[in-house]
């Protein structure tokens, strides 16, 4: 795996070496939050159906001196709309000799049960009160690109409405808002 890759790379947005400021990498490359949490927080709202009403958040770089507008992490927290809550926690702080990487997962907790999809092994696990737990079954997968051109081709409408792809957007501005001012943003 190469050293740094995920780093918007110094030379590529123009920037000398005394240029590197963090408004100006924030200008290009636009934070963590946007760039990787945009994927958690539109699969939480996917995957519960609920909308977000207010967001939380911090972001910091704790381990990259070398890029003062890059986030290495952050931690989103939203309320829902039937009053649970919503997190997500992103970083780019895990060693280079982790043995798995991209081992996304998703935890939804309700009054019934716990659904548990664990992404790096493509299993899903539902845990009911009352029904002990079960590995769920996987649907067959989509493949987006295809479904986007079909659309295109005027072939129907893509999984992912435009309606969604710019909510989602506001959403994440929002919470990038609320990191950078520490207060509750409404969304």
């Known amino acids: 795996m190469a050293s740094r890759s995920f780093l918007p790379p110094k030379n590529r947005i123009g920037l000398?070496?005394?240029?590197?400021?963090s408004t100006r990498i924030l200008k290009t490359y636009g934070g963590t939050i946007l760039w990787a949490g945009i994927h958690?927080?539109?699969y939480m709202r996917w995957t519960s159906g609920q909308e977000y009403l207010?967001?939380?958040?911090?972001?910091?770089n704790k381990n990259h001196p070398d890029y003062?507008?890059?986030q290495d992490h952050a931690g989103v927290l939203f309320k829902l709309n039937n009053g649970g809550t919503a997190?997500?926690?992103?970083?780019?702080?895990r060693p280079e000799t982790a043995p798995t990487h991209g081992d996304d997962r998703l935890r939804i907790a309700g009054s019934e049960g716990v659904l548990e999809v664990m992404g790096a092994e493509n299993r899903v696990l539902l845990i009911m009160a009352k029904n002990g737990?079960?590995?769920l079954e996987l649907p067959e997968g989509i493949d987006f690109f295809a479904d986007f051109l079909a659309e295109l081709a005027g072939q129907g409408e893509h999984v992912i409405s435009q309606e969604d792809a710019f909510r989602l957007t506001e959403v994440c501005l929002k919470a990038r808002s609320a990191a950078e001012t520490g207060n509750w943003t409404d969304v």
């Open 54 to 60: 207010q967001v939380s958040a911090w972001h910091g």
């Open 87 to 93: 997190m997500t926690s992103l970083d780019y702080l």
């Open 16 to 21: 000398e070496a005394g240029e590197r400021g």
């Open 133 to 135: 737990h079960r590995e």
């Open 40 to 42: 958690s927080i539109d």
């Open 68 to 70: 003062p507008g890059f």
